[in-house]
């Protein structure tokens, strides 16, 4: 639960202790954006779903991340687009930090930066590395 003095504060989570899924650090997962109140400024990250830039939207991207816990809506404005273009266009993993965004009832991050961390799928492929934390050759 939120207090008035979170208002201005990030909403951004801590990372996960070694061998689980490869959250980047400081990214609130897609099921608690629930609780930072609308405006408030949040860290998402999760593997590219859809890229939409439909012609009547001006130039506008929106992207649909999914991460373990659900999907984030992102609204990429025509001006951020430009500057993180080759993230937006190529990442299969994003972090995108900006503001929470609600209305009736639809929850959106609207970016202000873009970071393409794709290199940290390649710890999924690791010989060892299982997302429940367990190693190769470990009895339940």
């Not at 899924?21 to 609308?38: H, M, Q, T, V, Y």
């Not at 590219?48 to 009547?56: A, E, H, I, N, S």
Request: proline share 9%; hydrophobic share 40%.
């Amino acid at each position: 639960m939120f207090q008035p003095s979170d208002l201005t504060a990030n909403w951004l989570t801590m990372t996960p202790e070694p061998g689980s899924w490869p959250r980047p650090p400081k990214a609130i997962p897609a099921g608690r954006l629930d609780e930072p109140p609308s405006g408030a400024r949040v860290a998402v990250a999760g593997l590219v779903l859809v890229r939409q830039r439909p012609g009547t939207a001006k130039g506008t991207i929106f992207l649909t991340l999914e991460d373990e816990t659900g999907v984030v809506n992102v609204v990429v404005w025509a001006k951020i687009y430009e500057q993180f273009r080759r993230a937006v266009i190529a990442g299969r993993l994003l972090r995108v930090t900006g503001r929470l965004q609600r209305e009736a009832g639809v929850v959106h991050v609207v970016a202000e930066t873009i970071e393409d961390i794709s290199h940290l799928l390649d710890r999924l492929l690791a010989e060892h590395f299982h997302p429940d934390g367990t190693r190769t050759g470990d009895q339940p």
